[in-house]
């Protein structure tokens, strides 16, 4: 699942119109649409703003080396 798809999943299940999750985030109403639009260059601070809401961040993740 993509960030798009799992923040628009999220808001839905609680209810939440993307005017609300902007406010209670302390983002702009803009940054939720392009962020549930799949824009590709996102500020990760406000991006972690909101999946704060939801108990989750973003962060580093150690990719496993390719298997030969």
Known sequence: MNLASFV????KAVQLTQPE??????V???FIREMEQGKQSLRLDKVNQVLQLFGYE??????APPKD
């Open 21 to 26: 999750l902007a406010e209670k985030a302390g």
């Open 8 to 11: 628009k999943e999220k808001r």
């Open 28 to 30: 702009g109403l803009r």
């Open 58 to 63: 973003v962060g580093a993740v150690l990719k």
